[in-house]
């Protein structure tokens, strides 16, 4: 028995060409289980789960009704429409959005989330094997990022889609990064499709992506300088990942001019939610999640912490070796970031209010810890047997981890997380949680279940004959003989359209945060929302750009394998 089993992993150490389809094998085997031990989503919806999912449905809606890809969630908040997508793109959504016409939006999201877990996995494994050369490294490093306690706390305790997709394109970023830094400089484009997707999926993430990207740059500083083709080469990464985000950043800029939101005054900012004790922070590490006195601490769990340690049993000084210290010091950096002892109240610092609580590093020392879990198990077990059984803990393990965070989880999820977002009022603000990017002249969910589905005449001298709505039109007929404005039950962002007989009537916000207009004679009202021009200028943008680095990529490749 043990001589078939000796043989068994001397057959595969020497057919590296199995290493993948054996990784492969163990990611779906661990996102199948994963799957089945957590069940679908919708059954025990995370914080932010029904904003996500809601979004989902209006491009889905879009697909279905034509209005793709310049739309509104015109169903949103009473009907008074959430323009969700300028603030989180939904480029990343758009083929499972095409699915969900098919079968329908809560398994159409059970797909996607499947999709990214098995993708998250394979880019991960593809990165670590390209930077570090060995498939062992990658193996262990694709398991413990993949299914990570922050990762899981991502999908089920927050529903945060944002970052799950975050952690899928993260290594990609750093995959690129490496060839600018060190590989072959001339596949600039890895970082540029990496750091796209990141902005495709969610902007704080990207933001402390780029922060992270620019530490690990000082400590590769001389590279630069000694090969400025290398420099030039990141540069031209970055205008290019310019153009391809047209779409979402143009847009996203026009409407932060226009307006106000509620997100820029409301107090989920740094530095109110970084006063989390260092001993908060320790059980993080230890268990994953802690929820003391009704606030949640999270951490990246044993497995990963159990890292820091193993890093005294590595020995020499390979040159591999420098990168994993270097991450593995930014990480235990970052967690000391996640504690009420940094300074987030000090510039500039403060800078950094927005991304609303520190525990977000975690994607990131995750992302470091895993690697840096590969490559020192690798240096401590060099013969095949002991990494045979090295891996096979570690699958075991992870095994172990996806059980005990379900079951913690569900009692969290009924002391902690409750029912506050199982069904759309104005405790949640109709599912938009926070509400974050509703006018701020909004004065609350509650003004919006009051004022209900009204038009109101703010001179009094027009009579609402009749008003209806077809999905994302609003029609209206009025009386008037004199000059007026309405103010419509719609919630004012830059795009709206609205025509009188036929005559394109101007749109400005209303002192509610509602939209508003003149009118000066009776007849029929059509209003719905259109885009803008920078949002077609953005698409276009986005479109001519996406497909000639697609050619410029087929070309290259074309004429490699000609050589």
Request: net charge positive; aromatic share 18%; hydrophobic share 50%.
């Amino acid at each position: 028995m043990m001589n078939t089993i000796n043989s068994l992993i001397a057959a595969i150490a020497v057919n590296r060409k199995y290493h993948f389809l054996i990784f492969f094998a163990v990611l779906l085997l661990l996102s199948a289980d994963m799957t089945g031990v957590f069940g679908p989503v919708y059954e025990h919806p995370g914080y932010d789960y029904y904003f996500h999912l809601k979004r989902f449905e209006a491009l889905i809606t879009a697909l279905r009704e034509g209005t793709f890809p310049h739309y509104i969630d015109y169903a949103a908040a009473l009907n008074y429409g959430y323009l969700s997508k300028i603030f989180y793109s939904d480029v990343v959504l758009i083929p499972f959005a095409a699915l969900g016409i098919l079968i329908g939006s809560y398994n159409a999201f059970e797909v996607m989330l499947f999709t990214m877990t098995i993708f998250c996995g394979i880019f991960m494994y593809s990165t670590v094997k390209t930077i570090y050369k060995s498939s062992f490294v990658a193996f262990l490093a694709g398991i413990l990022y993949t299914f990570s306690v922050y990762r899981f706390y991502d999908i089920y305790n927050r529903g945060a889609m944002g970052e799950v997709f975050a952690f899928t394109f993260i290594p990609l970023v750093f995959l690129g990064l490496y060839h600018i830094i060190k590989g072959d400089y001339r596949k600039w484009y890895v970082i540029t499709i990496g750091f796209s997707l990141l902005i495709f999926s969610h902007v704080i993430s990207t933001v402390l992506t780029f922060i992270t990207v620019v530490i690990v740059l000082l400590f590769y500083y001389k590279q630069l300088i000694k090969g400025p083709k290398r420099f030039a080469y990141l540069i031209l990464a970055g205008i290019v990942t310019l153009a391809i985000t047209a779409v979402y950043i143009f847009p996203l800029l026009e409407q932060m001019q226009a307006n106000t939101y509620r997100y820029e005054t409301n107090d989920w900012t740094l530095p109110a939610n970084a006063k989390i004790p260092l001993d908060y922070v320790f059980w993080g590490l230890i268990s994953g999640f802690y929820y003391p006195d009704d606030i949640t601490i999270v951490g990246i769990g044993i497995l990963l912490t159990a890292v820091i340690p193993l890093r005294f049993f590595v020995r020499g000084k390979p040159e591999m070796l420098r990168s994993v210290d270097i991450g593995l010091f930014i990480g235990l950096f970052y967690i000391f970031a996640s504690s009420k002892l940094f300074p987030w109240g000090r510039f500039p610092f403060t800078l950094l209010s927005f991304i609303q609580y520190p525990g977000r590093l975690y994607l990131l020392v995750t992302f470091f810890f895993a690697i840096a879990a590969g490559y020192y198990l690798s240096r401590i077990f060099i013969k095949e047997k002991g990494r045979f059984i090295v891996a096979l803990a570690v699958i075991l393990c992870t095994a172990a981890v996806i059980y005990m965070h379900n079951d913690n989880f569900r009692i969290m999820h009924i002391h902690h997380i409750g029912q506050t977002n199982e069904k759309p009022d104005a405790s949640n603000f109709f599912y938009l949680n926070g509400a974050e990017y509703v006018p701020d002249k909004a004065e609350s969910a509650y003004y919006i279940l009051l004022r209900g589905d009204s038009i109101v005449s703010m001179n009094g001298n027009t009579t609402i004959e009749s008003h209806n709505r077809d999905r994302h039109i609003l029609n209206i007929r009025i009386n008037t003989q004199s000059a007026d404005s309405l103010e419509l039950p719609l919630f004012y962002y830059k795009g709206y359209t609205a025509l009188l007989n036929n005559k394109e009537l101007p749109i400005t916000q209303s002192a509610h945060g509602l939209v508003q207009m003149p009118v000066d004679q009776p007849g029929r009202i059509e209003v719905w929302y259109d885009g803008t021009i920078i949002q077609r200028l953005g698409f276009y943008i986005s479109v001519v750009s996406i497909i000639a680095l697609s050619v410029f990529i087929f070309l290259r490749k074309d004429s490699k394998q000609k050589k």
